[in-house]
């Protein structure tokens, strides 16, 4: 097995998605490549003629990574912005709250260039997991489709 990546597991009704990476910033990384893989399939479509920088404040983990993906929805959504990069440049636990900063690079969605994927209606906290093993972090997130 890879060193990081994601795969889609079994569900019944929406997206199961499993993420790993040895670091929990690259594992935040992959989720979102997760996600956009839903939306676009072919991340090799999407060039980086956009950037955004994208900074979340959460109270735990699993809210920082709720809202983090969350985020990227609501660029879609309103800017119709896909991405093929994302960074992950720090989450740091700042007082009672974790902090996260990322830059994202992609373009606007053009159907007559990227794949048409699922629509994904939201994230959810069912079976959202954040496991940190010794030398692997995996996440568990279910999109709402």
């Known amino acids: 097995m890879k060193d990081e990546g994601f795969k889609f597991l079994d569900h019944t009704a929406d997206m199961y998605v499993k993420a790993y990476s040895k670091t929990l910033e690259g594992a935040f990384e992959q989720i979102v490549y997760s996600l956009m893989t839903t939306i676009s399939p072919d991340l090799n479509l999407i060039f980086p003629k956009t950037e955004k920088f994208i900074e979340i404040v959460s109270e735990d983990k699993e ?27 720090s989450i740091d636990k700042n007082n009672d709250n974790y902090k996260l900063e990322a830059i994202a ?33 995996e996440i568990d997130v279910v999109f709402d489709i």
């Open 105 to 137: 690079k992609g373009e606007v969605f053009n159907i007559e260039k990227h794949e048409i994927g699922t629509e994904v209606k939201a994230i959810t906290y069912n079976m959202m997991k954040i496991e940190e093993k010794k030398n692997k972090i």
């Open 63 to 89: 809210a920082l990574l709720f809202d983090f993906l969350s985020e990227f929805l609501f660029i879609f959504d309103v800017e119709e912005l896909v991405f093929s990069s994302v960074k992950v440049k």
